[in-house]
């Protein structure tokens, strides 16, 4: 069991970390020319460059694409018109067509991002090569009715701070670690007293004179421990797998997760005084986690829920650990910068907690 | 401080099931007392609320001198709990299990070895043994031994006899008459009759009331009715056949035998030769009938269909 507790979050770490990703990769791609001219090739071959697109069908027509979408053999598909390049020259304007398969919506939307990003930058090489050659005005070509900018034209360079290279890993690891916590934490201590409920141990512990205090003490300390325990373990995989950036203060970690599992603790032991069974235990404690996680901002940012969700997400303890452990992790916070999260979760273990021990009857 | 047993009118409801009605019940200092009846009588309701881990309805009891409600916390340092079912760590070894419990009750073994000593001694060899791997005879001495090691006044064992082979029950109730003679009072409830005539009282319970109490002894000795043991190859149709004989008032099937009890009017005058005659006039088979001394169990039939 204990072995068990220790691999769970270092294993959990790596599957979720390369599993749950959002980078969308080898897109199939079916290209449909109908011009064959250098510069529709140079296109189709800009895609199947980026790495983002792999050309799984070439042909001339449409029909035959559009079947090929139609059995999920490709996802995305370019179709260049006739006369691509000299419109391109002459009109300074052209158009192609990109059609999605929205089936999955994310892969949809960020299959579109990339031959969006893709199309501008053939943009731009096209009109530096042709104004090289020539020394007329610049072609532009459109796309989805986006104007192209000419190579004059002010461009926007970005940077990523934090996660300068938009790791998908370096973002998802320190969320996924205070998740684990939380989950394993949470369920066990949530199973542990129903369980002794179930086998009657409490029945002959309830007879001696052990204080409700002692007693509830005694059942979380060991898992409290453990969640440190569990944070080193899985904090020491997170670096020497994925080398996952430390910016900030790691006794500043350690603090706050002492003072967050108390939250799943007091969680757990609450369900538990509620349960009659294992299993009961169990269905609560996912239903109520399964909520919690999706919620919490590791997977979609809790920013962009709804007003009322936001709301509801107060009472979502991951929800502050996701966010402390990448604000000090990726961006190095320091204690005053989590003050207000730090003392939201001190509030909560103290209230949760609370409830729990008001809940617990050592009689009938 | 005496090591008495006293309740007073004692209700309990569980929602609409009254589970024990106006419970009066004495038990002296030093006398293995026990509480018989069904499976729902209202026994371990009983227990649970004389070892505090449940609040009457009404009426009051006292444990060795204790209030049940309010010095509850004395309370369970005086008393011992054995539960029906076995609740100890199973995945603590024998040795483990008997000192998280003398821990718990501020002891250690080695304090009070001597009162556990006999009892003890047996699983002793099994010491490092985890306690899920006893079989049911060990389980229950660790169980007792974990249920004396703080030396308590009172013992309470809910249906300790239940899934212990016949050979370690025995056992059991040896070592009960020893710790009862060392001044213990002991409350066990059973739904063995047999176990009933081990005690020095019984009560018996019916639908959450005590319907007598007196010694095993005492309570057979109100049996006034001829009772009479009977068998043959067909002892189904012999019992329906008995419930058909004249001066018959009840005739159940009892081990391997069918007990008929007569009326003492009608039936007073029948003997086994009139029984027997009976039974060969209805075809039965190996037939044996004898007279019968009426157990516990007789007398509890009895007082059901009162």
């Known amino acids: 069991m204990l072995v068990l507790l220790l691999i769970m979050p270092v294993l959990q770490t790596i599957l979720l970390s390369y599993a749950a990703n959002y980078e969308v990769k080898n897109l199939a791609l079916a290209v449909v020319d109908h011009d064959l001219s250098p510069a529709s090739r140079q296109l189709a071959a800009k895609f199947s460059a980026s790495g983002y697109f792999k050309v799984k069908q070439t042909t001339f027509a449409t029909k035959e694409a559009d079947h090929a979408m139609a059995n999920d053999r490709v996802d995305i598909i370019l179709e260049i018109p006739a006369h691509f390049e000299r419109d391109l020259v002459r009109e300074n304007h052209a158009t192609v067509s990109l059609v999605a398969n929205a089936i999955n919506a994310t892969k949809a939307g960020l299959g579109m991002g990339y031959a969006q990003n893709i199309v501008r930058d053939f943009n731009i090489e096209f009109a530096e090569k042709w104004m090289a050659r020539t020394v007329s005005t610049a072609p532009a070509t459109a796309e989805g009715g986006g104007y192209a900018t000419a190579p004059s034209t002010v461009q926007i360079t970005y940077s990523n701070w934090y996660n300068p290279k938009l790791d998908y890993k370096t973002f998802m690891v320190p969320g996924i670690l205070g998740e684990i916590v939380a989950l394993i934490i949470g369920f066990l201590t949530a199973l542990n007293i129903v369980r002794e409920r179930e086998i009657g141990t409490i029945e002959q512990l309830n007879v001696t004179p052990v204080q409700k205090w002692q007693f509830i003490l005694g059942k979380l300390l060991p898992f409290w421990l453990l969640s440190l325990v569990m944070m080193t373990v899985g904090l020491a995989a997170g670096k020497l797998m994925f080398d996952i950036p430390m910016v900030g203060n790691l006794g500043l970690v350690f603090l706050y997760t002492a003072t967050f599992t108390p939250c799943m603790l007091g969680f757990g032991f609450f369900i538990s005084n509620f349960s009659d069974s294992q299993q009961q235990a169990t269905f609560t404690v996912w239903f109520f986690l399964l909520i919690f996680i999706l919620m919490c901002g590791l997977f979609t940012p809790v920013e962009s829920m709804p007003q009322w969700a936001q709301w509801l997400n107060v009472l979502n303890p991951i929800q502050y650990f996701v966010e402390f452990m990448r604000l000090v992790l990726l961006k190095g916070a320091d204690f005053q910068d989590i003050k207000t999260n730090y003392f939201s979760v001190l509030t909560y273990a103290i209230a949760v907690n609370g409830l729990a021990v008001w809940s617990y009857k050592k009689r009938a | ?306």
């Not at chain 2, 419970?23 to 309701?45: H, M, Q, R, W, Y």
């Not at chain 2, 040896?174 to 710790?179: E, G, H, V």
């Not at chain 2, 329906?240 to 009840?250: I, N, P, S, V």
């Open chain 2, 1 to 306: 401080m005496s090591n008495k047993i006293e309740a007073k009118i004692l209700s309990k409801s569980y929602g609409k099931v009254q589970a024990i009605k106006n419970i009066n019940l004495s038990v002296n200092e030093g006398e293995i007392f026990g509480l018989i009846g069904p499976d729902g009588a209202g026994k371990t309701t009983l227990f649970r609320i004389l070892t505090s881990l449940l609040l009457p309805d009404s009426g009051s009891a006292t444990v060795a001198g204790l209030d049940v409600v309010k010095d509850y916390k004395q309370l369970r340092t005086a008393i011992g709990y054995m539960p029906g079912r076995f609740s100890l760590y199973q995945d603590l070894t024998v040795e483990e299990n008997l000192e998280f419990f003398a821990s718990v009750f501020g002891t250690s073994i080695r304090e009070n070895y001597d009162l556990i000593a006999p009892i003890y001694a047996q699983i002793e060899p099994f010491k490092d043994r985890r306690a899920g791997a006893l079989s049911g005879g060990m389980k229950q001495k660790l169980a007792l031994s974990c249920a004396l090691i703080h030396k308590p006044k009172v013992l309470f064992l809910d249906e300790p006899g239940t899934g212990v082979d016949p050979v370690s029950r025995k056992e059991f109730w040896d070592m009960l008459r020893n710790l009862r003679d060392q001044g213990l009072t002991i409350l066990v409830s059973t739904p063995y009759m047999d176990e009933a005539e081990l005690c020095d009282r019984v009560a018996l319970m019916q639908n959450g009331e005590i319907m007598a109490v007196d010694t095993p002894q005492g309570i057979t000795a109100g049996f006034q009715q001829p009772l009479f043991a009977a068998r043959s190859d067909n002892m189904y149709q012999l019992i329906k056949d008995l419930r058909a004989f004249e001066g018959a008032a009840d005739c159940y099937a009892f081990g391997e035998y069918a007990h008929l009890k007569l009326n003492t009017g009608v039936g007073a005058g029948q003997t086994v030769a009139d029984i027997r005659k009976f039974l060969d006039s209805r075809n039965h088979r190996n037939v044996e009938v004898k007279s019968a001394k009426p157990t516990v169990e007789d007398c509890f039939i009895e007082l059901m269909k009162n």
